[in-house]
């Protein structure tokens, strides 16, 4: 079974403050993906990356980079939390077509 | 920017009824086409997929049909249950430039 885990469940931060959020894979997958979701916009695309230091923007990367050092890891960094940052986070691998998808982390910017 | 339409965004059906999620998609290149089941709580998970060469499939209780011409897609589940009350999300893929893009998403609950 693919295992794709994220660093934290639940996280509170305060405005300005640098965020990392982290995500592991364990099935060798080249592309992996972070999304933000909030009650009724689904699933919107921040950041994607094809291979070990390689990122695509998404649909809303403003406000956030990522990292991929490794290829069983990509890391979601918001600079400089906003409020407007608060939302459900979820990083997924996919292996073949179908994306796997992390637990997610659900971030509150206060 | 390419982007995928689901209606409805909530659908409330009885047990043992139909119930039919409809997706429209703009990038004409998409050529995947999956669907994804969120629980509530839960990560979202694939249930059934369709590729562009293929116009439905089925898989038990759940069918997806594909309209290429007018770039529709559907998602049928049958014979509902309460155990098929969650979040239900249509998506298009382009594996050229591995973009995956999901619709917003319909809530679906089964009254019992």
């Known amino acids: 079974d693919v295992k794709v885990t994220q660093s934290s469940r639940y996280l509170v931060k305060r405005t300005g403050e640098k965020v990392f959020l982290e995500c592991v894979q364990d099935?060798?997958?080249?592309?992996m993906f972070w999304y933000r979701q909030d009650p009724g916009l689904g699933l919107r695309l921040i950041y994607f990356?094809?291979?070990?230091?390689?990122?695509e923007k998404g649909d809303i990367p403003e406000g956030y980079s990522v990292s991929r050092e490794k290829k069983e890891r990509f890391s979601l960094i918001l600079e400089s939390a906003s409020t407007n940052q608060t939302s459900m986070y979820l990083c997924?691998?996919?292996?073949?077509?179908?994306?796997?998808f992390g637990p997610g982390t659900r971030l509150t910017v206060t | 920017g390419e982007n995928v339409e689901q209606h409805p965004s909530t659908l409330s059906v009885q047990e043992g009824d139909s119930a039919v999620i409809k997706c429209t998609y703009s990038d004409s290149a998409s050529n995947y086409f999956p669907w994804y089941k969120q629980e509530l709580g839960k990560r979202p998970q694939l249930i059934i997929d369709i590729r562009s060469n293929v116009g439905e499939k089925k898989d038990q209780r759940i069918a997806v049909t594909l309209n290429k011409t007018a770039k529709h897609f559907s998602l049928h589940i049958t014979e509902t249950q309460p155990e098929d009350s969650a979040v239900y999300f249509c998506a298009s893929f382009h594996s050229g430039t591995y973009k995956y893009i999901f619709g917003t998403g319909t809530r679906l609950k089964v009254l019992a």
């Open positions: 997924a691998s996919m292996g073949g077509h179908e994306q796997y």
């Open positions: 099935m060798d997958h080249e592309n």
């Open positions: 990356s094809y291979d070990v230091k390689m990122k």
